[in-house]
Nanobody, 127 residues
Framework: QVQVIESGGGLAQAGDSLKLSCTAS????????MGWFRQAPGKGREFVAA????????SYTESVKGRFTVSRDNDKKTFYLQMNSLKPEDTALYYC????????????????????WGQGTQVTVSS
């Protein structure tokens, strides 16, 4: 069973940067595709960014394109979400989700594509 743990959240001001990390243990890391999702207070969970198992393809929701970058380090068994130019509307609980894939497929962007989820890390951005 793959265990997923997020870290790196915190308080930030508009325009600041934060880098989230997601470690995945208990499985073959190189087979994992990953997605970042977020849930703002009173709203449903939404897709933010995803990366395929090779690291060669990524996908982003429109509102974070050009500001957020998803990446992976197979040696450290860690995924990252670099968040720049943060906005108050980025305030949310950020989740990391993974899924072992047999082949390299396009980045997955829907919640039901992923099998293992972390508990989330809170990001709060003040204006």
């Amino acid at each position: 069973q793959v265990q997923v743990i997020e870290s790196g959240g915190g308080l930030a001001q508009a325009g600041d940067s934060l880098k989230l990390s997601c470690t995945a243990s208990g499985g073959t890391f190189s087979r994992l595709a990953m997605g970042w999702f977020r849930q703002a207070p009173g709203k449903g969970r939404e897709f933010v960014a995803a990366i395929d198992r090779s690291g060669g393809r990524t996908s982003y929701t429109e509102s974070v394109k050009g500001r957020f970058t998803v990446s992976r380090d197979n040696d450290k068994k860690t995924f990252y979400l670099q968040m720049n130019s943060l906005k108050p509307e980025d305030t949310a609980l950020y989740y990391c989700a993974v899924k072992a894939t047999i082949l390299t497929v396009a980045p997955m962007t829907t919640e039901n594509s992923f099998s293992n989820w972390g508990q989330g890390t809170q990001v709060t951005v003040s204006s």
